[in-house]
């Protein structure tokens, strides 16, 4: 007999690895002892060498579902004996190098225990196993055992102890483990303050049901914060909630009670599966036009979000209720999402009511959000945060052991680690111009830092000096004594591509499409709509639209309509849209040589704008919105694409102002706005094949904002897959949230550390 050592690193702790291992080595009759270690989980076992490896390969085949390995060894150790098989005590000391455990919904266990009027757990609303439950957002410290994890203050009962101490049970060894007897106490209050009495829980969930009937709003604390909630089909609830929320149109994300309340809606297998599985997103679907919704959920727009009941809470809260619920982060007008007990109070200016609980969540998460592409099945991450952050998986890209730390970009904000060779990248945080989003941003950040043990070598930012990310980077680096290192925008968007398409090595050159609304380009203009050229390890800008000034600042985003007149300043369609005083200060402004926009954001806009779609918008990329849906509905009926404008789509820039004009003139022949749009998309992938053809370039790869665009996305696969390969994001979102990754990958890439 040898002693021997297995090491495995990846998702490996709060997944139930130990009790899965534990189970094979009994199976096997291996003696021996099982640690969870800042690494991950190292075993070692006394076995002949073939029983060794065949050991070692069963732990690897029969791995548990949510765990992710990234790493394993088996080898020879000093010898010892053991008399059984162990879990033991955690190792706590020694360089981390863990993945965090995100958070997962409730598995299909749990939700039929529940539902079980036999079992102890039955209406517990924080019933969890190995399988499912909160992880990310309770861990303190690591490695993940309950004391570093905010259920340390619950004591188990003798009933949970011994699931947790019996190695058949499903909740051997779950630190998540709880009961009615020993576990979250729920507290509801309202107006004042002060706490509804109740004889029962059942009660609260009477009473929960009977104010979203009455359309009050229920504030309600879930995994990553706390949640909004009201009744979806009730329209005076649904405007009412928008009132208070200051959010006018901005659509709402839904909670169906189950898979069955959504019959009437067009689910494919895909979104299926997302719905259901561990992540539990929010998923864009078709709303059917006979839907019994609030028609002031999604005004304009022909999707909706919906998600499941992913805690046992929600589960638990909309059992028997029979309708859908509003369920939006719960912020105060674009602050963060509100997590802590302490600022619970302050919804009240929202909500009616707020239901609480007694754990505590250390790092807040919004819910994040998945789409398909309508025809091609494209998986698009629109927003990614929890049960997908904070871990990126490496593809080959061989990632170097220096410490990096990414500040991103500013409006939707992430920050990225790359620390003893793993990628960590945030949920999505915010928009950064806004204090509170900055304070929260910092603590996530000291928190995942903390909880790893990180300090960078180098700091990375974006070359906007005016980002609160560059900020925030440029006083950290300050204190830390730490260099850091400017990342052009767009580049980082196709080094994110790139990366997560393991092109970096690529031999032939790869042309990049990378559309969004803004990022300041290396000629101090603002670019956005560009394509670029990555060869020779190198990255070039080879194309973009054709410049446009920026009028009204910051403005312009907000007015379409200014989009327009900035492209077009002696259309009368386009002046139409100002007063004459508007007009002339416009007409100064212009003569003043104001910055030049290359944003494909902007083109969005101005043709909205000439469409008659939008001319102002409450909220961002509302009218590229509006402008998808309209080109879906009219692909929708024709089946087809319509033709591209005629106009010059093989010169280095795309000429706006020709496309923009051949897009008036179109107009008075009676084409419907939804057509327009249509053939708007179609001249964007023409323009991208002439583009290709002229630099001679076969693989081409998308980033960027504009790249959450559906109809864009299908209209890439069909008309230019066949000939070209192309190349999307894959675990990221093409938005600005994939900065923080595509900044660590542009400084390794001009370190030549990749
Ligand atoms: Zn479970
Ligand atoms: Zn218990």
């Known amino acids: 007999m040898y002693t021997w050592e297995i090491r495995i690193e990846g998702i490996v702790q709060g997944v139930g690895f130990r009790p899965r291992v534990f189970q094979l080595a009994h199976e096997q009759e291996i003696k021996g002892e099982i640690a969870n270690g800042v690494e991950g989980v190292r075993i070692w076992f006394n076995a002949e060498s073939d029983q060794a490896q065949a050991f070692y390969e069963s732990i690897l085949q029969h791995k548990p579902p949510l765990s992710h390995i990234v790493s394993s060894s088996l080898q020879a150790s000093e010898a010892r004996s053991f008399v059984d098989f162990q879990i033991i005590e955690s190792e706590t000391s020694g360089q981390k190098r863990l993945l965090v455990t995100p958070d997962y919904g409730i598995c299909p266990d749990c939700r039929r225990e529940i539902n079980d009027e036999s079992d102890r757990r039955f209406a517990y609303p924080f019933i969890t196993c190995t399988q499912c439950g909160p992880r990310y957002s309770i861990i303190e410290n690591l490695p993940y055992d309950r004391p570093w994890t905010t259920m340390a203050p619950f004591q188990m009962c003798p009933a949970c102890l011994s699931e947790y101490q019996d190695p058949l049970n499903r909740r051997h060894f779950s630190q998540t483990n709880s ?13 004042d303050q002060q706490t509804v009495s109740v004889s029962s829980e059942a009660e609260i969930r009477q009473l929960v049901q009977h104010y979203w009937k009455k359309g009050q709003t229920v504030a309600i604390k879930g995994i990553g914060g706390f949640l909004l909630t009201c009744d979806a089909t009730q329209e005076a ?23 069955d309340s959504l019959h009437a809606y ?28 609030a028609p ?16 046992p809470l929600y589960q638990w809260l909309l059992q028997g209720y029979g309708q859908p619920i509003v369920a939006t982060s719960g912020n105060i007008h674009q602050a963060p999402i509100v997590f802590r007990d302490e600022e619970a109070a302050s919804l009240l200016d929202i909500a009616d009511w707020v239901l609480t609980n007694d754990r505590r969540i250390v790092v807040p998460q919004d819910d994040s959000v998945l789409r398909f592409t309508t025809r091609q099945r494209q998986r698009i991450v629109i927003r990614r945060s929890r049960g997908l952050a904070p871990n990126y998986f490496a593809t080959q890209v061989k990632m170097p052991k220096i410490n990096l730390w990414a500040a991103g970009a500013d409006m939707k904000s992430s920050f990225g680690l790359l620390h003893e060779g793993n990628v960590y990248l945030s949920q999505y945080l915010g928009d950064l111009s806004h204090y509170d989003t900055e304070r929260s941003y910092q603590q996530v950040q000291q928190h995942l830092q903390s909880v790893l043990g990180h300090r960078p070598a180098v700091i990375l930012h974006d070359q906007h000096p005016h980002y609160a990310s560059t900020r925030l980077a440029q006083d950290m680096a300050r204190e830390q004594q730490v260099p850091v290192h400017a990342c052009q925008h767009h580049k980082a968007h196709f080094a994110a591509v790139l990366a997560e398409n393991d092109l970096i090595e690529a031999a032939d050159p790869v042309l990049g499409v990378i559309w969004d609304g803004t990022g300041l380009g290396e000629d101090g203009q603002i670019w956005g709509g560009e394509l670029m050229v990555y060869a020779n390890r190198a990255i070039s800008r080879e194309g973009h639209l054709a410049y446009f000034p920026v009028l009204g600042g910051d403005k312009m985003a907000q007015e379409p309509r200014l989009s327009a007149l900035a492209i077009l300043p002696e259309e ?16 100064q402004l212009r003569q003043k040589k104001p910055i030049q926009s290359s944003s494909m954001g902007r083109l969005f806009d ?14 961002e990329g509302q009218a590229a919105m509006k402008l998808e849906a309209l080109a879906r509905a009219y692909w929708d009926q024709a089946d087809v694409l319509p033709p591209p404008f005629p106009i010059v789509y093989h010169e280095k820039n795309l000429p706006t102002e020709a496309l923009l004009q051949s897009l008036i003139a179109a107009r008075p022949a009676n084409n419907s706005a ?19 053809d002229r630099l001679q370039i076969k693989r081409i790869a998308f980033s960027g904002g504009v790249m959450q665009n559906a109809v864009l996305v299908d209209g890439l696969l069909e008309r230019l897959g066949s000939e070209y390969e192309l190349f999307f994001h894959q675990q990221l979102s093409p ?16 370190q030549q550390m990749i």
């Open 735 to 750: 938005n600005d949230e994939n900065i923080s990754f595509g900044q660590m990958v542009l400084y390794l890439l001009a």
């Open 674 to 692: 939804a057509y327009l749009s249509a053939r708007f998309h179609a001249s964007l992938i023409e323009w991208v094949r002439q583009s290709a």
């Open 179 to 191: 009961c009615p007897a020993c576990g979250i106490q729920l507290r509801l209050f309202g107006p």
């Open 606 to 619: 101005a043709v909205a704008s000439v469409l008659g779609v939008q001319d102002q918008q409450t909220y």
């Open 266 to 293: 067009y689910l494919d297998a895909d979104q299926i599966a997302a719905l259901e599985g561990p992540v539990s997103p929010i998923v864009l679907i078709r709303k059917p036009p006979d839907s019994t919704l």
């Open 237 to 259: 609830a649904v405007q009412r909630m928008r009132e208070r929320k200051h959010r006018p149109e901005k659509p709402f994300a839904l909670m169906f009670p189950g898979l």
């Open 296 to 311: 002031g959920i999604a005004k304009g727009l022909t999707e909706i979000g919906v998600m499941l009941p992913y805690t």
């Open 572 to 587: 009368p369609l386009c002046q139409q849209k100002f007063s004459l005083l508007e007009q002339q200060i416009y007409s």
